[in-house]
């Protein structure tokens, strides 16, 4: 079974400009979300979706984070302009409803992502 | 608020010795629990999970934890750690689908 895809892995930009991550959940799974997960840190949620609705996004700053996932899959996070604090590593993770593996969470590899 | 505490921040032990991370949370009378390791530069795996049952759970790579529900405390423990274990551990809690998740243990193996 493929596991949650990132990209890119690494992203160095300037401040004020903008960045797009993507990310394709395992197959099936209905629950998608993002955690920005800043060094020394725990992940934070940024947004969850259940299909292609979201549930919770009170933790997005929305005057530069903004997220979509269309289709219910495959899910972008963007951030537009980027502040030298939204260098962070920005993780996916993916959520089964039903089956043995119910309510886990399935984390991708992450997006590293350096403003300077 | 839901949270979920990892007093220690770092922790080093010598190879083949016993590890215990320690984790406590907040509110939830039948909290759904979990440990997971990270690695530098990768993603979050899980080791363990409780949701109900047995208070003792086995996970992968020789892990186990316990839950404590009079201590609301959910504990990381390994009686012979490898070097290969030096990483980041972070406990977490599922709310109602929404997941907290503690600051995080780095864990250094001395050989």
């Known amino acids: 079974e493929a596991g949650v895809a990132q990209s890119p892995r690494y992203k160095i930009i300037e401040k004020r400009q903008s960045v797009a991550f993507w990310c394709n959940p395992i197959s099936g799974h209905a629950t998608l979300y993002w955690y920005q997960q800043i060094l020394g840190q725990g992940p934070k949620l940024l947004i969850q979706f259940q299909n292609n609705g979201v549930v919770d996004d009170s933790q997005l700053p929305k005057d530069r984070f903004s997220a979509e996932r269309l289709k219910g899959v495959d899910s972008t996070l963007k951030i537009q302009p980027a502040k030298l604090e939204d260098s962070a590593v920005y993780l996916c993770a993916s959520s089964p409803r039903t089956g043995r593996k119910a309510g886990e969470l399935f984390f991708g590899e992450g997006s590293r992502l350096t403003v300077l | 608020a839901q949270s979920v505490t990892q007093p220690d921040i770092h922790i080093t032990v010598s190879e083949g010795a016993s590890l215990e991370l320690r984790c406590n949370y907040s509110y939830g009378a039948t909290p759904y629990l979990f440990w997971y390791v990270q690695s530098p530069g990768q993603g979050l795996q899980l080791l363990l999970k409780y949701f109900s049952g047995d208070t003792l759970v086995q996970g992968i790579k020789g892990f186990e934890a316990e839950f404590k529900r009079s201590q609301s405390s959910f504990n990381l423990r390994k009686p012979s750690v490898h070097w290969s274990d030096a990483a980041e551990y972070f406990c977490?809690?599922?709310?109602?689908?929404?997941?907290?998740f503690g600051s995080g243990t780095k864990l250094n193996v001395k050989p």
């Open positions: 977490a809690k599922r709310n109602f689908n929404k997941f907290y």
